[in-house]
């Protein structure tokens, strides 16, 4: 409430313009909102450039998918496997000896 007394006679004014005055700042708060929406929205692509180039990249290049190499995998008979495996324990035994 404003700092002025109030009375019965003072106190239907001064309630008046506390209300005029509310009114008069959630007006200018709302004026502040709507330009705030106003302004252009920056879509993906802008901000993606932007991105790229402060961190040295070729813009072209960010948005491209990472590069994924190949590894196909590879198939092994049980056979194989257990060679792959009495090799592998027999380098073993050759490096504790």
């Given amino acids: 409430m404003s700092g002025k007394p109030l009375d019965g006679t003072n106190r239907g004014v001064s ?5 005029e005055e509310r009114l008069r700042r959630l007006k ?4 502040a909102a709507d330009d705030d929406s106003q302004r ?3 879509d993906q692509k802008a901000i993606e ?3 790229a180039r402060l961190k040295g990249m070729d813009p ?3 948005s491209m998918p990472p590069i994924t190499v190949f590894q196909p995998t590879r198939h092994k008979t049980d056979t194989q496997k257990a060679d792959d495996l009495l090799k592998q ?9």
């Fill in 15 to 19: 309630c008046e313009e506390e209300i």
């Fill in 28 to 31: 200018e708060d709302t004026t």
């Fill in 40 to 42: 252009p929205v920056t």
């Fill in 49 to 51: 450039e932007r991105l």
């Fill in 60 to 62: 072209r290049l960010y």
């Fill in 89 to 97: 324990f027999v380098d073993e035994l050759k490096i504790d000896d």
